[in-house]
C-alpha cells in the first residue's frame, strides 16, 4: 500500500473491556512495531516483529497487552481489561528491514480512550 | 535506562527567526533520527545521522551529530509557519537493536 493503515483511527472503551487494534504495514516490509504515544510525550516502544516473529515484546507494559502478526504482514495490538491509564495514541510504524537504523514509517495512529 | 531528552521542550520564534534544538543521548548511539509531527498527525521521518560529526542539510534544516555521537542538533534558518509541528530525535537501545528510544520533543510554535 501506499503507507501504513491503522484502524480504528478512533476507539472509545469502557474500562474492563477488551479492544483491538489493526495495523496494515507497507507492503514488503519485514519489521513491524508498535508505540505507544501519551499527550506531550515522545513514541514509547512497545512491541517489534520480525516477519510472523515478536523479536522483542519488552515494551508492552503488563501482560494485559498482547500482540499478534500470524502472516507476517497485517499485526493486531491486543489490550485485555482496558483501564483509564491505556488511553494514549498507539502508533504502528513498519520498516523495510530489521536492519538497525533502517527507516520506521508511521501510521495515523489509534486514539484510544478508555473511560 | 537509555534516555534520550531534549531541550528546550518549547520553542516560540517569530518567522524568519533562526533557531537550534539538541538532543542529548545518555549512551552513545550508532546513529540518531529526526522526526517531526505536525498538530494532530504522526512522526514523520526526516533524517539520520550515523557517523560522528556528520551534518546533513535539508533545505533550511540542518542537523549535526556530535563528535561523541551522544548528541544531535537541529537548526532551522527562516523558521516559516510551515515548520510548526513537534520534532523528535530518538535513538536505537545499546547494541544497535531496532526499537527506538524517543526524546519527548521539541514543540515549534510561529508567530507570523
Known amino acids: 500500500g501506499a503507507g501504513v493503515s491503522q484502524t480504528p483511527s478512533n476507539k472509545v472503551t469502557e474500562k474492563g473491556k477488551y479492544v483491538e487494534l489493526r495495523c496494515d504495514p507497507i507492503?514488503?516490509?519485514?519489521?513491524l512495531y508498535w508505540y505507544r504515544q501519551s499527550l506531550g510525550q515522545g513514541p514509547e516502544f512497545l512491541i517489534y516483529?520480525?516477519?510472523?516473529?515478536?523479536?522483542?515484546d519488552s515494551g508492552l507494559p503488563n501482560d494485559r497487552f498482547f500482540a499478534v502478526r500470524p502472516e507476517g504482514s497485517v499485526s493486531t495490538l491486543k489490550i485485555q481489561r482496558t483501564e483509564r491509564g491505556d488511553s494514549a495514541v498507539y502508533l504502528c510504524a513498519s520498516s523495510a528491514t530489521w536492519l538497525a537504523g533502517d527507516t520506521q514509517y508511521f501510521g495515523p495512529g489509534t486514539r484510544l480512550t478508555v473511560l | 535506562g537509555q534516555q534520550v531528552m531534549q531541550i528546550p521542550q518549547y520553542q516560540h520564534v517569530q518567522e524568519g527567526e533562526d533557531f537550534t534544538t539538541y538532543c542529548n543521548s545518555s549512551t552513545t548511539l550508532s546513529n540518531i533520527q529526526w522526526y517531526k509531527q505536525r498538530p494532530g498527525g504522526h512522526p514523520v521521518f526526516l533524517i539520520q545521522l550515523v557517523k560522528s560529526g556528520e551534518v546533513k542539510k535539508q533545505k533550511r534544516l540542518t542537523f549535526q551529530f556530535g563528535e561523541a555521537k551522544k548528541n544531535s542538533s537541529l537548526h532551522i534558518t527562516a523558521t516559516q509557519t510551515t515548520d510548526v509541528g513537534t520534532y523528535f530525535c530518538a535513538g536505537p537501545t545499546q547494541g544497535g537493536s531496532e526499537k527506538l528510544v524517543f526524546g519527548k520533543g521539541m514543540k515549534l510554535t510561529v508567530n507570523p
Open positions: 516483529f520480525q516477519g510472523t516473529g515478536a523479536a522483542d
Open positions: 507492503s514488503g516490509h519485514t519489521a
